[in-house]
């Protein structure tokens, strides 16, 4: 499976964004999903995750209350909607899948990366 993110740009500070992660050669119905993000400069980061169902999520403690990962399996796409923007926000964000039905928050354990989009939240 291929994934394509997309949605990123430029935004002020407490402002909003949502980014989208598409599948194609592919379903992502039975896939557990999660985004990432790097900094320059820095590692690879978890952000959020998501299992298959859309049931179970998962948070990294810097974006809990803000951020909120989604998912629409009949659009083969899973959604990173972030508010209350931050300038340590900034990074280009990476969307990852599993073929799992567990959780996972690893960046070791996903198997398929998107290529990225840049997030830049000015101050």
């Known amino acids: 499976v291929q994934l394509q993110a997309s949605g990123g740009g430029l935004v002020q500070a407490g402002g909003s964004l949502r980014i989208s992660c598409a599948a194609s050669?592919?379903?992502?119905?039975?896939?557990?999903m999660g985004w990432f993000r790097q900094a320059p400069g820095k590692e690879r980061d978890f952000v959020a995750a998501?299992?298959?169902?859309?049931?179970?999520?998962s948070y990294q403690d810097s974006v809990k209350g803000r951020f909120t990962i989604s998912r629409e399996n009949a659009k083969n796409t899973v959604y990173l909607q972030m508010n209350r923007l931050k300038p340590e926000d900034t990074a280009v964000y990476y969307c990852?899948?599993?073929?799992?039905?567990?959780?996972?928050?690893?960046?070791?354990?996903?198997?398929?990366w998107g290529q990225g989009t840049l997030v830049t939240v000015s101050s």
């Open positions: 998501i299992d298959w169902t859309g049931g179970w999520t």
């Open positions: 990852a899948a599993v073929g799992s039905t567990a959780h996972h928050t690893r960046l070791d354990e996903y198997d398929y």
């Open positions: 050669g592919g379903t992502l119905t039975y896939l557990a």
